[in-house]
């Protein structure tokens, strides 16, 4: 298999037939670059394979029966296989913020409901806050009980299963392979300070190399910038500054400090965690109201722009 990939990938030429560069214009290019800027031409097998890759995306080559050699489908999923190892396991993590867990005395009856109203297989527990998770709960524990009928548990430390505890610093790879070998389908990334930073389950990483999968149970996505009347729109506060540039007002994308996110901003425009229904001015004239916010982060906010008519106008048009 890997030979008729590598066949296949360099436009159908025997494996014994030289290479020469007026065959290859991509490699001529970085040649080029790397002569011109400094560049070092990375000669890595990784770098041969994205190369492949490419040239069968522009080749668009096909088999004997003039199908696609390699569907587009195939081709996304072996890119992503190949930068999957370049991410780190907070780039793929749920937020603290978007974590379902339930506190470890509460009675079996919310265990239940937990259950029910998310269609979750597993949940964290926790004992007085986030940052102190002692174990996950497994739906089929609780169905069992359930099932059976009886006196519900007062006490579920039985039940308990250990999720694995890794730093937010660790590769996608290596805590793939560490699910696999201890059979566990759930972690939960500590930060510097070992604190709960996020949550990564093996469908998320599974899901870093095929795509979103989606079951019965997701709901339907809820975009992170949602367009109002009068120019004014409503983010998550996990909307990339990028987007929020590109979809809204290129302004409110250009700041020195090191932030990603519109909650990010928010945080920067005031000098702390911003409060529910605090207004922030940004220097653009846009204003930034908090509608959503707990102790640690926003979470919703609108955005009203300097010229509430300029800029309804111009997204209507």
């Known amino acids: 298999m890997p030979e008729d990939n590598n066949n296949n990938g360099s436009g159908g030429r025997s494996s014994s037939t030289p290479l020469n560069e007026d065959d290859e214009p991509g490699r001529i290019w970085r040649s080029l670059k790397a002569m011109v800027f400094g560049e070092a031409e990375d000669n890595s097998l990784r770098a041969q394979l994205e190369e492949v ?12 029966n003039g199908d696609p050699d390699i569907s587009p489908v195939e081709l996304e999923m072996l890119r992503n296989l190949l930068q999957f190892s370049d991410h780190r396991v907070d780039d793929v993590a749920v937020p603290r913020a978007d974590i379902i867990a339930i506190e470890e005395n509460a009675p079996f009856s919310e265990y239940v409901e937990i259950f029910s109203e998310h269609g979750h ?38 039940y308990l299963r250990q999720p694995r505890f890794v730093p937010e610093s660790m590769g996608v790879l290596d805590l793939l ?3 696999r070998a201890t059979r566990t389908h759930l972690a939960i990334i500590f930060d510097e300070y070992n604190g709960t930073e ?8 599974v899901e870093e190399i095929v795509g979103d999968i989606e079951d019965e149970h997701d709901d339907e996505p809820v975009p992170m910038l949602k367009p109002l009347d009068g120019g004014i729109w409503e983010a998550d506060a996990r909307a990339e500054l990028e987007d929020v540039g590109e979809e809204i007002d ?8 090191d932030i990603d996110t519109i909650g990010g901003l928010s945080f920067v425009l005031a000098g702390h965690i911003p409060k529910t229904g ?39 048009g």
């Open 198 to 205: 996020g949550l990564v389950t093996i469908e998320d990483l």
């Open 53 to 64: 890759i490419d040239e069968h995306e522009s080749d668009g080559e096909t088999d004997k």
């Open 278 to 316: 605090e207004m922030l001015d940004h220097p653009s004239g846009w204003q930034l109201q908090i509608l959503e916010a707990d102790d640690r982060r926003v979470t919703k906010l609108r955005l009203l722009p300097p010229n509430p008519d300029m800029a309804a106008a111009d997204h209507i």
């Open 121 to 158: 297989s597993r949940i964290p527990v926790y004992r007085d806050n986030l940052d102190t998770i002692i174990g996950m709960i497994h739906i089929k524990d609780i169905f069992a009980l359930v099932a059976k009928g009886g006196t519900p548990p007062t006490d579920i430390t039985p």
């Open 250 to 257: 290129p302004a409110l994308a250009e700041i020195d400090e």
């Open 177 to 179: 392979a560490e699910m």
